[in-house]
């Protein structure tokens, strides 16, 4: 059965880092584009990243560009999102989602049909 898990988020405080983690299991990375979304108390879940199955194309949100690297090691079938220069705005659930042969032009949470559980991430001093 095929399943994404996330980890590795937290409280962490203002200017800090946090690596977000996603494994899958049941099936092998190696053809699916990786999407991360987050979802903040009250809004709309929104794209912030997506990395294609090769790891040589990726997109990112404008309000993320900069701080936040997206990655992936297939052999390891598992996608990173690091977080660096976190801000409160970013506070948030934050989900990975995996679709096949996806090729990242957008990230739009319509184009994926598997996801994780999510993990919290608040930044807060």
């Known amino acids: 059965q095929l399943q994404l898990v996330e980890s590795g988020g937290g409280l962490v405080q203002p200017g800090g880092s946090l690596r977000l983690f996603c494994a899958a299991s049941g099936f092998t990375l190696d053809n699916y584009a990786i999407g991360w979304f987050r979802q903040a108390p009250g809004k709309e879940r929104e794209g912030i990243s997506c990395?294609?199955?090769?790891?040589?194309?990726?997109n990112y949100l404008n309000s993320v560009k900069g701080r936040f690297t997206i990655s992936r090691d297939n052999a390891k079938n598992t996608a990173y999102l690091q977080m660096n220069s976190l801000e409160p705005e970013d506070t948030a659930i934050y989900y990975c989602?995996?679709?096949?042969?996806?090729?990242?032009?957008?990230?739009?949470?319509?184009?994926?049909?598997?996801w994780g559980q999510g993990a919290q991430v608040t930044v807060s001093s």
């Open positions: 989602a995996a679709q096949p042969f996806l090729s990242c032009l957008h990230v739009l949470r319509s184009d994926f049909t598997s």
């Open positions: 990395i294609n199955s090769s790891g040589t194309s990726t």
